[in-house]
């Protein structure tokens, strides 16, 4: 089996850093047992599908402009209608989710978790959040989360210490599932 390449950001795009963290959490929910639900994914690439066929049907009607105004406007009003429910969804739901689960097998728990991360422009403090993805639901966990400096994360060369990373995601979802802080 071939060592596994360090994972590298560029220090200077904290896009690239929130990016590199993003996948790392969802490697440790993914090795702790929790499977990803993709449910939220697949309805926003239908509406896109949509939105994208609406847009089609508008280009290459067969009747030319002046004939086919009111289709046009049929399709534009479609196209605004659905682009608005996406972005609904969007705002509403997903928020600044990477990863949505479904409960661990031979859970007792009923919901899966909601995990989301912040990394403000210009700033080092890195944000993970994990919440139910129900938090009606009696079985739901309060919410958990934690803010550090990426700065302990990686070497002056970008390389993420994944073992120091993986270590605080573990106890993030140790405190969430209400299990005993393990010392350092």
């Known amino acids: 089996m071939a060592a596994k390449n360090p994972k590298k950001a560029n220090l200077l ?8 963290l993003d996948e790392s959490v969802s490697e440790v929910l993914t090795t702790r047992g929790f499977v990803e639900d993709m449910r939220m994914s697949n309805v926003r ?11 089609l049907f508008a280009q290459f009607y067969k009747k030319k402009f002046p004939e086919n105004k009111d289709f046009l406007i049929g399709c534009i009003a479609l196209y605004v209608v659905f682009n608005g429910l996406l972005q609904l969804i969007i705002y ?4 600044n989710a990477i990863l949505f689960t479904y409960p661990p097998e031979g859970s007792f728990t009923r919901t899966g978790l ?6 403000p422009r210009f700033s080092d403090l890195y944000t993970l959040t994990i919440a139910s993805s129900d938090p009606k639901s009696i079985s739901a966990g309060k919410p958990v989360e934690f803010t550090t400096s990426v700065t302990q994360w990686f070497t002056k060369d970008g390389i993420l210490a994944e073992g120091l990373f993986w270590k605080d995601v573990d106890a993030l979802i140790d405190e969430y599932a ?4 393990k010392k350092k």
């Not at 690439?45 to 066929?53: A, C, D, K, M, N």
């Not at 909601?114 to 990394?119: C, K």
């Not at 209400?178 to 802080?181: A, F, L, R, S, V």
Request: net charge positive; charged share 25%.
């Open 13 to 20: 795009d904290h896009h690239s850093i929130k990016h590199i």
């Open 45 to 55: 690439l239908v509406l896109g599908l949509v939105i994208i066929i609406i847009a």
């Open 92 to 95: 509403t739901k997903e928020k």
């Open 114 to 119: 909601v995990v989301s991360s912040r990394l």
């Open 178 to 181: 209400g299990e005993p802080k």
